[in-house]
């Protein structure tokens, strides 16, 4: 977010204070200091929320401290070394801290592979002494030549970082503590499976499943390896890293990304906070309050994910927003070179990252591979919908498309073969799956023309729903026609991949694959809406009245959904003829009525528009730019009602986390070694609200002993074990019975049966040190008390020692 004006490309020559023509002005403390300030002021604004939320000030501390030593210091060396000729300083920070989580990846490996974790603080010396040593790479450490950024875009750049914070803060930040502070105390649902892995991450490389002591871990996981990392590193505890510190940081790290990779293709520097305010603010177009959290109408919103939810998207993204940058700018290159052999920067301004920008695509590409497995094959399509349109407009085989295929490809067999072990985890081909149950049919239901009609109005609600952003691309159709740009095709391609996979690929997780493409479509959309304003060429006075029309459209549609969608449904539902009649395809009503209506309200606004530039001339020429604005503008009050939902309903998704329990892991955490291995009858969450064991079989997710000791546990919840969710059909999770029962009678008869002999082959064979016992899912054994030592109890929660 700088905003520097002391420098100036080489290719651009100035003239600096009283120096000669080309060189730079230099620079003063006090313009030094200004041009730091929208970022120093985003920072602020994280620190404030962190600390009303009662994050401890030494965890944000070293989390700082972290950031800046084992990621940006690191990352942003390294990236300078590879990229030919400097561009803006931000993107040098933005690429150089993606750069740092590739960099830290290969860092884990060695560390915990090697068993060197307590010297982990000091890895990224491998990197710095080199650059402070070596005369070649010592002038990466001061680089010249950086593009001024106008303080208004880098003051954009802060307050769309600031809306994240300050969405995450009233979202989830200021509802959830650190820590359970009570029996009643409630989490989200995944958060402790996930803070499971991250402990075992920092023993295990690769990670196993926690919940089965040795089970491999077929999973996109190095989402986790990055949390242990930050751990060993920043030593700052790993609770405070999944519940406060990751989700804000990696959030605001995708914005500046985004807006850096924007800027470089389109070449416009006001692509940047365009792009990166379509990617956060425009979020469903659902037209109805509040959303049904359990069952969405089109899979998971993209707002709500980038979040607590799933970790792993939250990680993946700004290393998906690189690779998307590095290859746009490839591939967007010209075949024709200067003549100082130079790669040219294709007319706007941007220099070429050169030769070294393939091994930052193939970084790039291999930390995407397990960081999210929907990520490459949308890119892998977009890749492949621009291979296709070079080859047709020039008739030659585009090999730097090639090249970079191969590369991605490689990283995807790498992450399917090595990593996922060809799991599928219940996806499965079956077209139009997830999006069927809208046209079920029968006879006496409708005929053949109604049910055709009921199914294109169910594939115009999913567009509808999600790709609002990428009305923002029109412009470049509309000018261009289908003579886009190879950068442009890329990105076109992997916006229109990801909901094509899910609409190809059944399960409840492949609406990943549509998240997966959402940034591909806010470049796309920033790119064509900055060329659309250039043509407008709009005056501040109608860039404020704009402005103030999008607040007053999306503050009166918010309001109206928020207050009116029984009103709204009934509305519809009569318009459709089947008011009081329930059918399939009734919850697409309120967005397919809600578009007309709008749309209609639109055809209206342009009649009169065009009336009034008969008028006022001045008017003509400008109609397209509001329209196009206020198109954008309803995707907004989808991600406004969610936040709002968050709070009003703030327990959906969430499970109890007694205090009790977490107290009980920790203990174990600080009194064990962590290649102990503990035993627990736990197998459930909230095992109080089932009144039969065999109810239980329907929520075997009891994964807090695992997450809160940061240990391998003997057989603890199997819900998410890779084996058993190939089997639940695509299924957010498994409930069948444990794959091992033998293993799991002898773990139970551990707990209500124990002997001498039972116990003493538990610690030999599995060494397991620990019994941990919640009393709420089975009193234990009197027996226990005498062939055991009690260590810890708190009344609910009671720990042996079987040493």
């Known amino acids: 977010m700088e905003s520097t004006d002391t420098t100036v490309a080489a290719s651009r020559p100035a003239r600096g204070a009283g120096g000669s023509p080309g060189e730079p002005a230099p620079a003063t403390p006090g313009r030094t200091a200004v041009r730091f300030l929208p970022a120093l002021a985003a920072y602020l604004v994280l620190v404030a929320a962190l600390l009303a939320s009662d994050t401890p000030a030494t965890d944000i501390a070293r989390y700082t401290f972290y950031v800046l030593w084992g990621v940006l210091l690191p990352g942003t060396l390294v990236f300078r070394s590879l990229r030919r000729r400097p561009y803006t300083l931000l993107e040098d920070l933005a690429?150089?801290?993606?750069?740092?989580?590739?960099?830290?990846?290969?860092?884990?490996?060695?560390?915990?592979?090697?068993?060197?974790?307590?010297?982990?603080?000091?890895?990224?010396?491998?990197?710095?002494?080199?650059?402070?040593?070596?005369?070649?790479?010592?002038?990466?450490?001061?680089?010249?030549?950086?593009?001024?950024?106008?303080?208004?875009?880098?003051?954009?750049?802060?307050?769309?970082?600031?809306?994240?914070?300050?969405?995450?803060?009233?979202?989830?930040?200021?509802?959830?503590?650190?820590?359970?502070?009570?029996?009643?105390?409630?989490?989200?649902?995944?958060?402790?499976?996930?803070?499971?892995?991250?402990?075992?991450?920092?023993?295990?490389?690769?990670?196993?499943?926690?919940?089965?002591?040795?089970?491999?871990?077929?999973?996109?996981?190095?989402?986790?390896?990055?949390?242990?990392?930050?751990d060993l590193v920043?030593?700052?505890?790993?609770?405070?890293?999944?519940?406060?510190?990751?989700?804000?940081?990696?959030?605001?790290?995708?914005?500046?990304?985004?807006?850096?990779?924007?800027?470089?293709?389109?070449?416009?520097?006001?692509?940047?906070?365009?792009?990166?305010?379509?990617?956060?603010?425009v979020g469903e177009f659902t037209a109805i309050y509040p959303n049904n959290v359990s069952s969405w109408t089109f899979g998971f919103p993209p707002i709500r994910l980038m979040s607590w939810g799933s970790l792993s998207l939250t990680y993946s993204q700004p290393l998906l927003v690189a690779l998307v940058g590095v290859v746009g700018a490839l591939i967007g290159r010209k075949a024709s070179r200067d003549p100082a052999g130079e790669e040219p920067d294709g007319g706007s301004g941007v220099p070429a990252f050169g030769r070294g920008a393939f091994v930052l695509a193939a970084g790039f590409a291999l930390a995407s591979s397990a960081a999210k497995a929907s990520t490459l094959p949308v890119t892998l399509a977009g890749l492949a919908v621009a291979g296709l349109a070079m080859l047709i407009t020039s008739r030659r085989i585009p090999w730097t498309v090639v090249g970079l295929g191969a590369i991605i490809a490689g990283a995807q067999l790498f992450a399917t073969a090595v990593i996922f072990d060809f799991e599928s985890y219940g996806l499965e081909i079956v077209p139009f799956g997830n999006v069927q149950q809208y046209w079920y049919n029968t006879p006496e239901l409708r005929g053949t023309a109604s049910q055709l009609l009921v199914v294109g109005g169910t594939l115009a609600a999913f567009v509808i729903t999600h790709q609002v952003r990428l009305a923002g691309a029109l412009p470049l159709f509309r000018h261009r026609r289908l003579n886009l740009e190879p950068a442009q095709w890329f990105l076109l391609g992997g916006a229109v991949a990801g909901p094509a996979a899910y609409l190809v690929v059944n399960g409840f997780n492949s609406s990943y694959f549509t998240i997966a493409a959402a940034p591909f479509g806010a470049l796309l959309a920033g790119w064509g809406y900055c060329e659309a304003?250039?043509?407008?060429?709009?005056?501040?006075?109608?860039?404020?009245?704009?402005?103030?029309?999008?607040?007053?459209?999306?503050?009166?549609?918010?309001?109206?959904?928020?207050?009116?969608?029984?009103?709204?449904?009934?509305?519809?539902?009569?318009?459709?003829?089947?008011?009081?009649?329930?059918?399939?395809?009734?919850?697409?009503?309120?967005?397919?009525?809600?578009?007309?209506?709008?749309?209609?309200?639109?055809?209206?606004?342009?009649?009169?528009?065009?009336?009034?530039?008969?008028?006022?001339?001045?008017?003509?020429?400008?109609?397209?730019?509001?329209?196009?604005?206020?198109?954008?503008?309803?995707?907004?009050?989808?991600?406004?009602?969610?936040?709002?939902?968050?709070?009003?309903?703030?327990?959906?998704?969430?499970?109890?986390?007694?205090?009790?329990?977490v107290e009980a892991a920790r203990w174990v955490r600080d009194h064990s070694d962590p290649q102990d291995v503990l035993a627990t009858n736990s197998h459930c969450w909230e095992p109080e609200n089932y009144t039969t064991t065999d109810h239980c079989t329907i929520n075997r997710r009891s994964q807090w002993l695992s997450a809160y000791s940061e240990r391998s546990v003997l057989v603890e919840g199997w819900a998410y074990a890779p084996r058993m969710i190939a089997k639940s059909g695509g299924g957010v999770a498994y409930g069948g019975p444990f794959w091992d029962e033998e293993l799991f009678q002898r773990n139970e008869n551990a707990v209500y049966q124990p002997t001498e002999e039972l116990l003493d082959g538990l610690r030999r064979e599995h060494r397991v040190r620990f019994l941990v016992v919640d009393r709420k899912a089975g009193a234990e054994s009197p027996l226990l008390g005498t062939l055991t030592s009690k260590v810890f109890d708190n009344g609910r929660t009671v720990v042996y020692e079987l040493a």
């Open 95 to 230: 690429f150089g801290a993606v750069t740092g989580l590739v960099l830290e990846l290969a860092a884990w490996v060695v560390l915990v592979g090697l068993g060197l974790q307590s010297v982990a603080t000091f890895w990224p010396l491998a990197v710095v002494l080199p650059f402070a040593l070596v005369p070649r790479l010592r002038r990466h450490w001061r680089p010249r030549g950086y593009r001024a950024s106008s303080p208004g875009r880098s003051w954009a750049l802060a307050g769309t970082v600031s809306l994240t914070v300050v969405y995450y803060y009233a979202a989830t930040l200021s509802r959830f503590p650190v820590l359970p502070d009570d029996e009643s105390t409630r989490i989200f649902g995944d958060l402790p499976y996930m803070l499971s892995l991250a402990g075992n991450a920092k023993q295990n490389m690769p990670p196993t499943f926690p919940q089965a002591a040795g089970e491999p871990l077929h999973y996109h996981w190095f989402t986790f390896a990055h949390m242990a990392m930050t």
């Open 234 to 281: 920043g030593h700052v505890d790993l609770v405070s890293v999944a519940m406060r510190l990751m989700v804000p940081a990696l959030s605001a790290l995708t914005v500046l990304i985004i807006a850096v990779v924007a800027q470089r293709l389109s070449g416009r520097a006001w692509a940047g906070p365009a792009a990166a305010l379509l990617f956060f603010a």
């Open 533 to 661: 304003a250039e043509r407008a060429a709009l005056s501040v006075r109608a860039k404020v009245l704009l402005s103030a029309g999008v607040l007053v459209l999306v503050a009166g549609l918010s309001w109206g959904m928020y207050h009116h969608t029984v009103d709204w449904m009934t509305v519809v539902s009569k318009a459709a003829g089947i008011y009081n009649v329930w059918r399939s395809y009734a919850p697409l009503l309120p967005v397919l009525g809600g578009a007309v209506a709008l749309a209609a309200l639109a055809a209206v606004g342009a009649l009169l528009w065009w009336g009034a530039s008969r008028i006022w001339p001045r008017l003509r020429g400008r109609g397209g730019i509001v329209l196009l604005t206020a198109t954008l503008a309803v995707g907004v009050p989808g991600t406004a009602l969610d936040l709002l939902q968050s709070r009003e309903y703030a327990w959906d998704g969430t499970w109890i986390l007694p205090k009790s329990q």
